[in-house]
């Protein structure tokens, strides 16, 4: 009896130690289990928080942007004059405008803006590196913005054009110069009657150039005209356009 009743208890003894082996090889699973969560949560906490700092930073050098269009276009006349706005000194000073986070409760890390050379006519191109680090966490986000000339673009070809035919103008005015006094040279008898013709054509080409400059002025005028109009219907929300944003 009392040999069974000791191998009992050693039994009971045994079972215990497993169960509580078993016990703790449990709990410290599950101890893993819940850290590994709590890093994973805390990670993408940071993450998620990080990126959306990245965002909120391009978001204000978006709204100093739309500023800077509407000054643009308050103090531009044609489509040189905007563009000149924004890529004087090799656009240095409209990006230190646009990249002012002074007055924002952001990292005041300033965001890395640079002027993209796209073979683009009407539109100017920005690339915005936004990034934030917290601890051991970096995160970056970059947009690509593009900002439109609203006015007509004045085409090189037709005043290279005007130049051409006023040199030829000059050069045909020179040779109509010399042949007249060839011929008051040559012919002393000139009648009345051809000096009356050689006024009347001389006439006509002074009314025929001043029909030009006419012509010209009223153009200009109405280009003047209709880029004020432009002006007043435009907003800067409809010129400046974030065509993409992506984590790098």
Do not use: W
């Not at 993450?47 to 942007?65: M, T």
């Not at 970056?140 to 005007?162: L, R």
């Amino acid at each position: 009896m009392n040999h069974m009743s000791r191998k009992n208890k050693g039994s009971i003894l045994v079972v215990t130690v497993f169960v509580f082996l078993l016990v703790n090889i449990i709990a410290i699973n599950c101890s893993s289990i819940v850290m590994s969560n709590i890093k994973y949560t805390k990670y993408n906490y940071e993450e998620i928080n990080l990126r959306e700092q990245c965002l909120s930073k391009i978001e204000v050098i978006y709204s100093n942007i739309l500023k800077e269009v509407e000054i643009a276009l308050d103090e531009s006349n044609d489509f040189e004059d905007f563009n000149l706005f924004f890529i004087s000194d090799n656009s240095a000073e409209f990006i230190n405008k646009i990249n002012d986070l002074s007055e924002t409760s952001l990292d005041t890390k300033k965001c890395n803006i640079t002027r993209i050379n796209v073979n683009s006519q009407d539109y100017l191109y920005y690339k915005i590196e936004s990034s934030v680090s917290y601890n051991k966490f970096i995160k970056t986000v970059v947009a690509y913005v593009k900002i439109k000339n609203p006015f007509e673009q004045s085409k090189q070809v037709e005043d290279t054009d005007e130049l051409q035919e006023a040199k030829q103008d000059q050069e045909l005015d020179e040779q109509i110069e010399d042949v007249d006094n060839t011929l008051k040279e040559s012919n002393d008898n000139i009648t009345n009657k051809e000096v009356e013709l050689n006024n009347q054509v001389n006439l006509g080409e002074l009314q025929s150039s001043t029909q030009e400059q006419i012509k010209e002025d009223t153009e200009k005028s109405e280009n003047e005209i209709k880029n004020e109009d432009n002006k007043q219907n435009i907003k800067p929300s409809d010129l400046v356009i974030i065509y993409e944003c992506k984590e790098v």
